[in-house]
């Protein structure tokens, strides 16, 4: 009888999910519980018709984040169904590094239908609200049930949906109460498959593509305050936009760049193609050592600001004019205060800023006098790193930075985790992420999740290599719980600094050793083998960088999660980059 309610709840479901997919998931995650088993049954027939593929999670927390790595990975959206009651609020840490990132992530939550809110029912709690401080939507069926959502009902929320992820991508929220029973006999499942086969599976339905229209009057006021016949300077930061529309955005910066012949300050993280020209190679070092040299009229900043604390001081007291363009980010993106934002994108702006010039204006322009003085002030740099920074030499945090993105193949990517790894490559990596995808969670910088999602990554693009610290991994431990997630093609690359060892560099001279442990760095005796061995995963533990290009090459060849572990030692590593700053930078 498909009549009842639990065949009406797994129609819903099917019907719910096959629509989700139309609109472009690819991958979704499940997570246990009773209360979403009809969503749960219906993923896994959509599953077994090939539309979508299904990943298990028993822990809701690493199960978004892994998805927010599909999706990040893949420009595709991605789904994770949970059950009810704290389930629901594992999701929020993932959810808020969707927000600030932008990315597409759609959270499907079972609940209690509305007769059995608020009156003490277990397991029932006010989960409508967990998210919705950070998510674009927050949306439900029928409050009464699922069984009773009408076919236009469901229609509409998935339009919502497609709209508001075309529009302003981030996370959205489904909640969805279903009344019991949650179960369905196989008899009935039978019968219902066959009628959704037969009226829903092939059935054509229209999503309006929702084209971004840019306010004109923005546009102009934007437009005129950019002037071509001053110097300039193109900061890059990290980029937000789809890995879709990263071609796009780098062929738009390269006009750019050829009608100002402006230098380009690049973050590691910003998709920037390494064959720009005007790119500035070390440029943080440069703007510490060169304060002075940077006389310009204008900045055009590409998303937000890059972490670097010498970059926010110079925009601080920067006097010229700012411009600011965004990447279908609606929210404000200057700290500072100081810029024009426009949020409709780098190829929409310069697909409107280039019919308003000249043929003169279009042509393209010789490197600006200060552009070429910052490049060569880069290359300097550039050749003391390569002096004072060998193979031979002892591992430390900021010569990682420095080697590693030259013995780990250009073609793979690299995830960096949030903390000290961003930070140092920002400032020593001599631009050696922009031959290759780099990846690192800069929305709300934290490093909640950090191995969940390299591991969703590297289902979409591996071998991928991870860099992190020590307590940055061991915090998303229970990543390695995620379906088959120790047969992906990862490389950890797992900085031991016996904690956080960001806090040693900032708090060190003021603090006595114990305190210092305590409060910040709260380092942790772990066995890592054994560790590894638990999970089954491959270890190694490196102490030259002759012995990390050789275990490079060994796990790219297992292509299956290995950890290589190099033990930092922190005093060493402060005094060396100090004295490596002052032959740099002067005192």
């Known amino acids: 009888m498909t009549s009842s309610i639990e065949c009406k709840n797994f129609l819903r479901s099917l019907q719910l999910l096959n629509l989700l997919i139309k609109i472009g998931v690819q991958n979704l995650i499940l997570c246990p519980g009773s209360r ?342 880069g290359e300097k740099i550039k050749a003391i790193l390569k002096e004072k920074i060998n193979d031979n030499s002892q591992i430390t945090e900021y010569k990682l930075a420095n080697l590693v993105p030259k013995i780990w193949p250009a073609e793979d990517p690299i995830m960096l985790s949030a903390s000290s790894p961003i930070r140092d490559w920002l400032t020593f990596s001599e631009n050696g992420t922009l031959t290759r995808n780099c990846f690192s969670f800069r929305g709300a910088s934290g490093i909640d999740g950090t191995l969940s999602l390299a591991l969703g990554i590297s289902r979409i693009k591996n071998p991928l290599l991870l860099v992190t610290g020590d307590l940055a991994f061991v915090h998303d431990i229970n990543g390695w719980l995620i379906e088959n997630s120790t047969d992906l093609n990862l490389t950890i690359l797992l900085i031991n600094n016996n904690g956080g060892n960001i806090f040693n560099r900032i708090y060190k001279n003021n603090l006595k050793e114990d305190e210092l442990k305590k409060l910040f760095l709260m380092p942790k005796d772990i066995n890592w083998a054994k560790l590894a061995d638990g999970y089954k995963v491959k270890f190694k533990t490196i102490t030259n960088f002759k012995k990390l290009r050789e275990a490079f090459e060994w796990s790219i060849s297992i292509r299956k999660s290995v950890i290589i572990k190099v033990d930092i030692d922190s005093d060493n590593e402060i005094n060396e980059k100090n004295i490596l700053l002052k032959k740099i930078i002067g005192s």
């Open 36 to 377: 979403s088993a009809p969503l749960a049954i219906a993923a896994g027939e959509l599953n077994k018709l090939g539309l979508v593929n299904i990943f298990n999670s028993i822990d809701e927390r690493s199960a978004g984040f892994h998805s927010l790595g599909i999706s990040a990975a893949s420009g595709n959206l991605s789904l994770v169904i949970t059950t009810s009651g704290t389930a629901v609020s594992n999701l929020l840490p993932a959810a808020v590094e969707a927000d600030r990132s932008c990315k597409g992530l759609i959270l499907i939550t079972a609940d209690r239908p509305s007769r059995l809110k608020d009156c003490g029912a277990n397991q029932t709690v006010n989960q409508e609200e967990f998210l919705s401080s950070v998510c674009r939507r927050v949306l439900s069926t029928n409050l009464n049930g699922l069984h009773e959502t009408e076919d236009n009902e469901i229609l509409n929320l998935v339009r919502i949906v497609e709209e508001q992820i075309s529009t302003f991508p981030g996370p959205v929220h489904l909640n969805i109460p279903i009344d019991k029973p949650l179960d369905i006999p196989f008899l009935d499942k039978k019968n219902v498959l066959e009628i959704f086969k037969r009226i829903y599976l092939k059935k054509q339905y229209f999503f309006q593509k929702n084209a971004i229209k840019a306010h004109k009057n923005k546009f102009l006021e934007i437009s005129k305050s950019l002037n071509l016949d001053q110097s300039g300077i193109i900061l890059v930061g990290p980029y937000q936009g789809s890995i879709n529309d990263l071609s796009s955005f780098n062929k738009s910066l390269e006009k750019i760049q050829e009608i100002t012949g402006w230098p380009v300050f690049a973050d590691p993280v910003s998709g920037v193609d390494s064959s720009l020209r005007g790119l500035v190679v070390n440029w943080e070092l440069v703007l510490r050592k060169n304060k002075n040299l940077l006389n310009c009229h204008q900045l055009l900043r590409l998303g937000p600001i890059s972490t670097s604390i010498d970059l926010e001081k110079f925009i601080t007291i920067f006097e010229g004019m700012q411009i600011l363009i965004k990447e279908k980010n609606y929210r404000n993106l200057d700290p500072i205060k100081k810029s024009f934002e426009y949020e409709f994108g780098l190829t929409n702006f310069v697909n409107q800023f280039l019919p308003e010039l000249s043929i003169n204006q279009i042509s393209k322009k010789s490197l600006t006098s200060l552009a070429l003085d910052l490049i060569e002030e």
